[in-house]
């Protein structure tokens, strides 16, 4: 998901955004022949995201810089582990820690949020997926972590899957008409997805054959009564009022994907620290 030339470009530019004209402080505090090492350490437990990204950001710094990591993207990680040891010039260490450290920590914080919810799911088939709650331009490296922390993807972006919501059915006059302008118009390759908050919907979304269902904010026993009058004729998906605590309720009704915008949005940052 994540080439190595995107994730240079993209840390450029954070680079770029955090340097400016140039480390004040460290510029005039370091020689360039100064040698640091340093560990980065986790201060609690999580799920492990961003050793790449991590790693370049150093790279683009100084070829001088080596890195051993002793845990991969998706490795469980305890309080108090070593993640890596880092050693190189003390002035470009210094110079790229804060955005070395803010992609790792936002990236791990989000593994292991999902990981969480889908624990929580346990047993049950279904899926928790993210949603296009993310932040600008940095969707890639969310829905990356997403998955290493053994979540599943929605859609990447608009033109994915075609998704028919409330104000489209009403732009269109029917969720009907909307279903047949779109199968004029898209791609063979693509889906069609449609959001549907009443039974009514539902079986109107059946017979316009489309291809997923999301259950928009159904009462859990509205949900099984959709998922048994769907019974596999399309991929169904929950959504709305998603927590980790009603998660699994949600997947005992027998849906095959949750959506959830909370693994994004509202996982914290993983506390990771870079120590002397």
Known sequence: MLNRFFIEEHVKKALQEDIGF??????????????????????????FCGKEVFETVFNILSDKINIRFYFNDGDEIKKGDKIADIK?????????????LNYVQRMSGISTETNKYQKAIGEYKAKIVDTRKTTPCF?????????????????????????IKDNHIKY?????????????????????EVEC?????VKEALACGVDIIMLDNMPLI???ECVNLINGQAVVEASGNVNIETVRDIASTGVDIISSSAIVAKAPTLDLGLDM
């Open 22 to 47: 140039g480390d004040i402080t460290t510029d005039y505090l370091t020689n360039e022949d100064d040698i640091m090492s340093c560990t980065l350490n986790t201060r609690v437990d999580g799920i």
């Open 88 to 100: 190189g010039p003390a002035k470009y260490i210094l110079m790229g820690e804060r955005t070395a």
């Open 139 to 163: 969707r890639a490296f969310e829905k990356y972590s997403v998955k290493i922390g053994g979540g599943s993807l929605h859609r990447f972006n608009l033109s994915d899957c075609a998704m």
């Open 172 to 192: 269109s006059g029917s969720l009907t008409k909307a279903v047949e302008r779109l199968k004029q118009n898209i791609s063979h390759a693509h889906k069609i």
């Open 197 to 201: 908050d009443t039974t009514e919907q």
């Open 222 to 224: 509205k949900m099984k």
